[in-house]
């Protein structure tokens, strides 16, 4: 069964420095999709960045970029000029490729992420 | 766009009264659906999935019961709460090869 890890339960950063979060996540999959989300404060999840498994580019959305590393099966996403509202959960999570009527999304355990000023 | 409403936000019920959350799709059509719990400052429990209409399965055992009786109609109920029942539900959607997509959840207090 795939598993999603995400090693620092809180994390902090400078306003205007840069952050970035670790996910590993394990599966004998090779197609697969892996994503980023944020839960602010009033809790609703906001997609944050989404990495095809096949695409050796990593993606990024603007002041956010991942580091996608297939081999090592590591996902990991980078805050840059880092922002008072970038401050909340941070999720990871894994979704197989596979052409099935059903593929659950599993979520790793969140990264806290404060915001200094 | 897909959107899910879910409703109500915040709810107090007291100790074995029944629970009824729901949540409604838009946008999409055959969506697989989730509930989810979340404690506080907590990951994400997936408590139950649906592939389609009275299609659901259970990921751990629990109080709680789930039904599909429409497309994009998705219900979480109990018969009656325990305090344990207390926290944040998440309903979510999700299209093939697309990224799940999430109500506002509900903030349920046990008392």
């Known amino acids: 069964a795939q598993t999603v890890t995400q090693s620092q339960p809180e994390m902090s950063v400078q306003e205007a420095e840069t952050v970035t979060l670790s996910c590993t996540y394990d599966?004998?999959?090779?197609?697969?999709?892996l994503f980023w989300y944020k839960q602010p404060p009033s809790r609703q999840m906001i997609l944050v960045i989404r990495?095809?498994?096949?695409?050796?580019q990593n993606a990024t959305e603007n002041r956010f970029s991942v580091n996608f590393q297939k081999a090592a099966k590591s996902f990991s996403l980078k805050i840059s000029d880092s922002q008072l509202g970038d401050a909340a959960m941070y999720f990871c999570?894994?979704?197989?490729?596979?052409?099935?009527?059903?593929?659950?999304?599993?979520f790793g355990p969140g990264t806290s992420l404060s915001v200094i000023p | 766009s897909q959107t899910i409403h879910q409703w109500p936000a915040t709810l107090v019920q007291p100790v074995g009264s029944p629970l009824s959350l729901e949540c409604t799709v838009e946008?999409?059509?055959?969506?697989?659906l989730y509930w989810y719990r979340q404690a506080a400052g907590r990951g994400l429990q997936l408590l139950f999935y649906?592939?389609?209409?009275?299609?659901i399965s259970s990921e751990v055992p629990q109080n709680l019961s789930a039904s599909r009786p429409q497309d994009r109609q998705f219900i979480l109920s109990s018969k009656k709460l325990l305090l344990s029942d207390s926290g944040f539900y998440l309903c979510?959607?999700?299209?093939?090869?697309?990224?799940?997509?999430f109500g506002q959840g509900t903030r349920l207090t046990v008392v």
């Open positions: 979510a959607g999700q299209r093939a090869h697309t990224e799940a997509f």
């Open positions: 946008g999409t059509s055959n969506p697989n």
């Open positions: 599966t004998s999959e090779s197609d697969y999709y």
């Open positions: 990495q095809e498994a096949y695409k050796q």
């Open positions: 999570a894994y979704r197989s490729a596979r052409r099935t009527s059903y593929d659950k999304v599993i």
């Open positions: 649906s592939v389609g209409i009275g299609q």
